[in-house]
C-alpha cells in the first residue's frame, strides 16, 4: 500500500515538496469502505483523484512516480531525466531534487527515497527505513563513498553481515568509477535471494514493491501487465466488462498465427525486441512458462510458450452483436482501446498495487469515467489495491464517489510552480451536496482551475467585444 509519496525539483515542482497523502483525514467518515481492507491504526486510503487545470503540474505527480520506479527497476537515474529538474525562473539545475516513498508490503511498512542532481546524473545521498515497532535504518549512504549499514548489521548474523560488507564495498567501488547515478537499493534487491530469516531480506522486499506493487500508466503509455489475456474464459469476462460500458463489444477472441508471420502486425523493432525476450526467458525446467502482450493503436499481440516448447503467436479479435465477423483491434474507437488499458486495474492478481494513471479520463463519456471508478472500488473492497489518477473530469468530484480526503487539486503559481494540496484543506463551508461541490470547484472557489484571459486572446485575434 502506498502510504505518501513526495518530491520535489522535478517538472514543475520547485524546491518546496509536494506531498500526497494516503491516510485518511479522522474527520471524515463517508466512505469508509474506500479504507484499504488490511489498514490498522493508519487507515490508509484507497483513491487518490488530482484535478487541475491544463498545465498546472497534475502529470508531474505522475512522471515522478514513474520516474522514481524506473530509476529503481533500472538500477539508477535514467538518462532521459538529465533535464527534468525544474526550470521554472532561473531554474534548479544544481539544486537537489528529492523522491520519497512511504508504502507497506509483507506487513512491513518502509520509507525509501534518494535525492540527486539530476543535470550531473548523480545520486548525492540515498536511505531505506523500517517503519513500525522495530524501527531503523536498513542503510543510509552519502554520496558514493559511504554506505551506513549499521541498522541491519545489529540484526544480521554472521554471514549475512560478510555478504553485506562485501555487497557495499563492490558497490561503492562501482559507483566511484563512474558518475555515481546507481541506486543501492536496486543493487541489494535485483536478483538476488535472502532467506525469509535474513536480516537482509528487506531489501528484496521494498524492491520487489517496485517492481510489483506500482504500475504508472501515461496518456500514450500501456498498461505493462495483461494478466487476463492468458485465459480464454477471463477474455470472455473482460468483454461482458467491456459491454458494461456501452462499447458495442460482445465478445473477444484469440486468433492464432504463426510467429513467422508476426512481421504482418507489429514493426520490425518490436519483432526484434520480442525475439530478445523469448532468448532471455529461456526455459530452465520442463514447466517453465513464458507470456507476453504487445499492443498500441493498432494491434494487440499475444505471445506464449510452455516449457521448451516453440512459442506460439495470437492476435486479439473482437465480437460485436449481430455481426458474424470478427474486427481487428484497430477498428475499435479510441475510446474502447483505451478501457484495455485499464482492464488490468479490475482483472489483476494482485492484492496490493497501486495504479497511478495520468488522465484517466481521455476518451471516455464521463459516465465511463465514474463506472471504471466504481468498479474499481467494488472490485478491490476486500485487499489493498490502490487507484491515483489525474483528470479534468470535474462530473465526478461527488461526495457519492469520493471522501473529501481523495480529492486533490494542483495550481499553478505566478512563477509557474506547481502546488498540491487536498479539498479536506477547506472548511466544509455547507458543501454537503455534490453539486454544490461541483460548483464551487468550477467558479475556482478551491484553486485548480484554469484562469482564462479572454481579453488578451481577443487583443491577440484582433476581435472586439460582440
Not at 74 to 99: A, K, M, N, V, W
Not at 218 to 234: D, F, K, L, M
Not at 441 to 454: A, K, M, S, W
Request: charged content about 25%; overall charge negative; some cysteine.
Amino acid at each position: 500500500m502506498l502510504v505518501r509519496f513526495s518530491f520535489k525539483n522535478f517538472k514543475s515542482v520547485g524546491l518546496e515538496p509536494v506531498t500526497l497523502e494516503m491516510v485518511s483525514s479522522a474527520k471524515v467518515r463517508r466512505l469508509k469502505e474506500h479504507v484499504c481492507a488490511s489498514s490498522k491504526e493508519a487507515k490508509i486510503l484507497r483513491n487518490a483523484v488530482i484535478y487541475g487545470g491544463n498545465a498546472a503540474g497534475k502529470s508531474s505527480l505522475y512522471k515522478a512516480f514513474a520516474f522514481m520506479k524506473a530509476a529503481v527497476m533500472g538500477g539508477g537515474l535514467p538518462q532521459d531525466g538529465i533535464r527534468e529538474y525544474c526550470r521554472c525562473g532561473e531554474g534548479h539545475s544544481e539544486d537537489e531534487s528529492t523522491f520519497d516513498i512511504q508504502f507497506v508490503t509483507e506487513g512491513r511498512v518502509f520509507d525509501y527515497g534518494f535525492s540527486c542532481v539530476l543535470s550531473k546524473m548523480h545520486v548525492t545521498s540515498e536511505w531505506l527505513y523500517s517503519l513500525g515497532a522495530d524501527a531503523r535504518p536498513v542503510f543510509l549512504r552519502d554520496g558514493t563513498s559511504s554506505i551506513d549499514c549499521s541498522g541491519v548489521r545489529e540484526a544480521a548474523d554472521d554471514a549475512d553481515v560478510a555478504r553485506l560488507d562485501v555487497y557495499a564495498a563492490d558497490f561503492c567501488h562501482d559507483q566511484s568509477e563512474s558518475m555515481g547515478s546507481g541506486l543501492f537499493l536496486s543493487y541489494m534487491g535485483k536478483g538476488r535471494s535472502f532467506s525469509v530469516d535474513s536480516a537482509l531480506d528487506g531489501f528484496r522486499s521494498a524492491f520487489t514493491w517496485f517492481d510489483a506493487g506500482i504500475e504508472a500508466i501515461g496518456v500514450n503509455q500501456r498498461a505493462s501487465s495483461t494478466e487476463y489475456y492468458t485465459e480464454s474464459s477471463t477474455l470472455d469476462q473482460v468483454a461482458e466488462v467491456l459491454s458494461s460500458f456501452d462499447t458495442g463489444v460482445s465478445g473477444l477472441c484469440k486468433e492464432e498465427v504463426g510467429m513467422e508471420e508476426l512481421d504482418k502486425f507489429v514493426p520490425p523493432e518490436i519483432r526484434f525486441t520480442i525475439a530478445e525476450l523469448l532468448k532471455a526467458n529461456a526455459p530452465k525446467r520442463d514447466g517453465d512458462t513464458f507470456g507476453l502482450t504487445v499492443r498500441n493503436d493498432n494491434f494487440f499481440v499475444g505471445i506464449e510458450r510452455k516449457g521448451a516448447g516453440e512459442p506460439k503467436a495470437t492476435v486479439l479479435r473482437t465480437r460485436h452483436g449481430g455481426s458474424l465477423l470478427t474486427f481487428d483491434f484497430q477498428d475499435e474507437s479510441d475510446g474502447t482501446r483505451r478501457l484495455f488499458d485499464f482492464m488490468d486495474i479490475l482483472f489483476t492478481q494482485s492484492e496490493d498495487k497501486v495504479f497511478v494513471i495520468d488522465e484517466l479520463n481521455r476518451s471516455f463519456h464521463p459516465m465511463l469515467t465514474q463506472h471504471l471508478v466504481e468498479l474499481f472500488n467494488m472490485v478491490h473492497a476486500n485487499d489493498d489495491c490502490q487507484l491515483v489518477f489525474t483528470t479534468h473530469e470535474n462530473d465526478i468530484m461527488s461526495y457519492e464517489h469520493f471522501r473529501r480526503d481523495e480529492i486533490w487539486f494542483v495550481e499553478r503559481d505566478e512563477r509557474g510552480l506547481s502546488r498540491l494540496y487536498p479539498l479536506d484543506d477547506f472548511a466544509t463551508d455547507g458543501a454537503r451536496s455534490d453539486a454544490r461541490l461541483n460548483k464551487k470547484y468550477l467558479e475556482g472557489r478551491y484553486g485548480g482551475v484554469p484562469v482564462i484571459d479572454l481579453s488578451r486572446a481577443r487583443a491577440a485575434l484582433n476581435v472586439g467585444e460582440a
